[in-house]
Every structure is written in C-alpha cells, then in structure tokens.
C-alpha cells in the first residue's frame, strides 16, 4: 500500500466515527429550500435508506453534480457517503464536486449564506472530519502537479478557521 491509500484509509475511518448514526432526513426534507428544482435529488427519493452507508456507490457516481441541491439535513446525510466514494475512485468527477461544494468562495451573500446554513448542522468531530478529508485532497492535488487546488481554497474559504 503506498502512503496515500494508508492515509486514505485513515480518512474514511474518521468519516466513518464522526457520522456514525446519521439518518436519513425523509423525502420531504431533500430538497434545499432555495432550489427550485429537485430531478438533481431525484435518485434519492423512495429509496428507504436508513443510514447513509447504504447509498450505493452508483448513485453517487451518477449523481456526482447534486450536492448544492440537498437541504442541509440531507447535505450532512449524503456527504460522508461521498466523500468515502471519492477517497476510492480519487479520478472521479465526485472527488471535485465534493470538494467544490466544502468551498466558500462566492462574494455574493446570498450564496454565503446557503454555504453557512448547508453547514451549520455538522458537529465540531463531524467539521474535524471534513478538514482533514479536504486536507487529504489538497495534498492529492499537489501529487497530482494540478494547477491549481480546490482542497486547500476549500481548506482556507472555512475549514481552516472552524
């Protein structure tokens, strides 16, 4: 095993214990208030998921766009199942959106606030997760040689400051 996966594995285990008992929020509740359209939730409608363990990978490879639409019921449900999707299969489009939708970077106050409330729910171990996940990535980002690096704005948009 090399250095990342032995670290990628120590991500997922403190995702794991930080959102341990999650439960899923209820159709009802899917939806972010401010959205105006739900076909990007659709999939994870009716599907009696208890936990967000069960949602299959499938769902989140496909879906890999949706995060901005959840609530932040179901933002604080789906995201640990998204970022242990995208700590196995690093190449994915989920590993960015992910990564963008941890990102606070708009000027714009409307924005800022649909950020600060798809966050206000996580619990300080749940934020110290999602930190050290976003520093994982980060130092994916600079392996990688990419120009530039969303996990490290995302690091220093919020995460860094909890």
């Known amino acids: 095993m090399s250095e990342f996966q032995v670290s990628a ?5 403190k995702i794991k214990e930080a959102f ?5 929020p209820g159709d009802e509740h899917l939806l972010n208030p401010k959205s105006f359209d739900d076909s990007e939730i659709e999939d994870f409608k009716g599907k009696g998921w208890k936990l967000w363990e069960n949602i299959p990978g499938e769902i989140i490879k496909y879906n890999y766009c949706s995060l901005p639409f959840f609530s932040p019921e179901a933002f604080l449900f789906v ?3 998204y970022m242990i999707y995208a700590l196995d299969n690093p190449q994915s489009n989920v590993s960015d959106f992910t990564v963008y939708s941890l990102t606070d970077t708009s000027d714009k106050s409307e924005i800022r606030e649909i950020f600060a409330s798809r966050v ?3 619990t300080e171990i749940q934020k110290e997760a999602i930190a050290l996940f976003l520093e994982y990535e980060a130092d994916q ?3 990688r040689r990419y120009p530039s ?3 490290s704005k995302a690091l220093q948009s ?3 400051k909890k």
């Open 79 to 81: 995201l640990p199942a």
């Open 149 to 151: 690096n969303p996990a």
């Open 9 to 13: 594995e120590l991500v997922k285990q």
């Open 20 to 24: 341990y008992g999650v439960e899923f």
């Open 141 to 143: 980002y600079d392996y």
């Open 120 to 122: 206000s729910l996580f």
């Open 158 to 160: 919020y995460w860094s």
